[in-house]
């Protein structure tokens, strides 16, 4: 009798994002002719790069050619993409070797591909609210321990991010050996500043503990104070893995491609104490678990980095930028508490008062035809909050904002 994983039945059976579409589907159906302005959704719209469509269509030309034909791409990536990124994190100042950058196809992958090289025995500690994926991944991997109450585990510490500490999670009391940090955070949109960083990174190499820091949207940041990369950080490299994506940054949400760095600095330890070098084990298990990403996705991420690259993608990053403030400002004149946006394609605002997530998340669907993410998916220190974001069209964009208002 061939026997389940249960850890996996632990979690919900439909990813909480498509509990969403599926409220939105039914109410289609009652009301087919309804114009559905979708707020809500992490998803980009706006078409890819040029630059990033013309290397694409070079490389599939190259696979039709038997002296240019490429077979499986390394384990790691290829060389020309990881080159491409070096030099990238050199204009911050941080070197890093080509062995410790891993392309993978996407940050959500490398995340929940991480605690396959952790002990079971770690305690994790997870920001709320926050990107679900943390919080699944450790319950499917068996390192959540027993559930406590409907939503709590006894092996992961929950770090409440509210108003008075402006969304910003306070150190653990406790002592906890893998902390997941997302920054610009998912769903909230604030960002840690140096010093904020700076105090995770000194209980890290404290505690011995392991940071995985996801900067899915470091191209977002726009003060000078928020660090681009936890690298900048002194002794980040001792104890943190840095997964970042070309999803939200480049339009790669369907072509899937990232990236996640392995410092050699950085050691986890045996049940005796022996240090062992985390790239090592990441390293056994990229080569065993993928074939890679293609070549011709690759090749696509390499002209990201490109002058004419650059200068695409920032346009489209300014775009949903202004989007965001857009909403932002508009909120916050219908007397709405908002937070975020200013480093991240995010907006963060309380519900009226003694509405729900769901309730409101209803309301604004029926009545005004927007569909926002309700908060509480987002863990139940997100209930009573909202989402919205500005990766859609301008022209949508000032049509939910004169709904609202009206």
Not at 169 to 195: F, H, S, W
Not at 264 to 284: A, C, I
Request: charged share 20%.
């Amino acid at each position: 009798m061939a026997l389940a994983n249960e850890n996996y039945l632990k979690v919900p059976q439909i990813y909480c994002f498509d509990e969403i579409e599926k409220k939105v589907n039914a109410y289609k159906l009652l009301h087919p002719k309804a114009e559905i302005i979708r707020l809500g959704a992490g998803d980009v719209t706006r078409p890819l790069p040029a630059e990033v469509i013309k290397a694409m269509h070079k490389a599939i030309d190259e696979l039709g050619h038997e002296n240019s034909f490429r077979g499986y791409s390394p384990p790691q990536g290829y060389d020309f993409l990881i080159t491409k990124i070096q030099k990238e994190y050199k204009t911050l100042g941080i070197s890093l070797a080509k062995e410790t950058i891993f392309i993978n196809d996407g940050a959500k992958s490398a995340i929940g591909n991480i605690g396959h090289v952790l002990g079971r025995d770690n305690i994790i500690a997870i920001a709320e609210p926050v990107y679900p994926v943390y919080e699944n991944a450790t319950i499917m991997s068996g390192r959540a321990g027993n559930i406590i109450d409907e939503s709590k585990w006894s092996n992961i510490v929950y770090l409440a991010c509210n108003p008075e500490n402006n969304f910003i999670p306070e150190l653990p009391e406790e002592k906890v050996d893998v902390i997941y940090i997302c920054n610009p955070n998912n769903p909230t949109g604030i960002a840690m500043n140096r010093a904020e960083l700076k105090r995770w990174v000194e209980y890290a190499i404290h505690h011995h503990s392991i940071i995985v820091y996801d900067g899915a949207y470091e191209a977002y940041i726009q003060q000078d104070d928020i660090p681009r990369s936890i690298y900048e950080i002194k002794g980040a490299k001792k104890v943190a893995i840095e997964v970042r994506t070309f999803s939200k940054t480049a339009e790669f949400t369907g072509l899937r491609c990232g990236y996640a760095v392995f410092p050699h600095e950085l050691n986890v330890f045996t049940k005796f104490g022996e240090s062992v070098p985390l790239v090592d084990l990441w390293s056994r298990r990229n080569s065993n678990y993928t074939n890679g990403v293609s070549y011709i996705v690759q090749r696509g991420a390499e002209a990201v980095f490109s002058p004419k690259g650059k200068q695409e993608v920032n346009e489209i990053i300014n775009y949903y930028i202004t989007n965001t403030q857009l909403v932002r400002n508009e909120l916050i004149a219908l007397g709405f508490e908002v937070f975020g946006q200013v480093n991240s394609p995010y907006i963060w605002f309380k519900v009226p008062e003694n509405m729900s997530s769901w309730k409101y998340f209803n309301e604004l669907l029926f009545q005004k035809n927007i569909v926002g993410t309700p908060g509480v998916l987002f863990g139940s220190k997100g209930e009573g909050y909202m989402r919205f974001t500005g990766f859609s069209s301008r022209e949508n964009i000032l049509k939910a904002l004169d709904r609202l208002k009206n």
